[in-house]
């Protein structure tokens, strides 16, 4: 069934399958609602080649958990840098302009490089906190190692508290990121599917459910 199970309750947002086009603000993406590996989804692509965010309007968070079914993969022809870049942004102000996100790299998670695999998964807190910026100052402290497909359905899971963050894969009971000082303090704002440059980017089964 295409149609939205949009329930909210004490702020609690459910979207079975595919996340309905007219509930994004897509700016510099494009969406649409897809059949992808046999699940009905939201598909999220780069239009301009830098990525973006499509933010789920009218939501607001600020501690709690996230979770959602993702995939990425690289689009036809991109650039040799692409990962395939796909995650979530939270706290998400000034209508993009300031957020923080957690994303992953799925072309990294099997790479036969270590380092790369060191790098597939990234915490960044835009625009101030980059990921280059966050690898030089701090290196190895805001991205992980994790198993990763490129273009396979993946369970991500982030749970938020104060100025932490845990991500969460493949229902796994550890976290294999953890995030003790997020750049944006202890804030709220919106929540918004994130791609990065060059990814064709699928999500489904979407759950935001604030802390009490």
């Known amino acids: 069934m295409r149609s939205m199970l949009c329930i909210l309750l004490l702020s609690m947002a459910v979207w079975s399958q595919a996340i309905p086009v007219a509930n994004l603000d897509t700016n510099k993406l ?17 239009r301009e ?39 979530i942004a939270f706290r998400v102000q000034g209508g993009g302009s300031k957020y923080e996100c957690i994303y992953l790299r799925p072309t990294n998670g099997r790479a036969d ?16 906190w980059p990921w280059d910026r966050l690898r030089r100052e701090s290196p190895g402290v805001y991205e992980s190692y994790v198993d990763l497909e490129a273009g396979a359905w993946t369970k991500y899971k982030i749970v938020v ?19 003790k000082d997020l750049k944006l303090g202890d804030s709220g704002g919106a929540v918004a599917l994130w791609v990065g440059p060059g990814t064709d980017a699928y999500f489904a089964n979407l759950k935001v459910t604030p802390a009490p």
């Open 30 to 46: 494009d969406a649409t609602v897809v059949t992808y590996q046999g699940k009905e989804a939201t598909r999220v692509t780069d």
């Open 49 to 87: 080649g830098g990525g973006g965010l499509a933010l789920l309007k009218g939501s607001t968070f600020k501690n709690g958990a996230i979770e959602v079914e993702l995939a990425g993969r690289p689009t036809a022809g991109a650039f040799a840098g692409a990962r395939g870049f796909v995650g």
């Open 161 to 179: 508290k104060g100025a932490r963050a845990e991500l969460y894969v493949h229902d796994a009971a550890q976290p294999c990121l953890i995030v």
């Open 113 to 128: 490089d270590m380092a790369r695999r060191n790098h597939s998964t990234q915490y960044v807190s835009e625009p101030e």
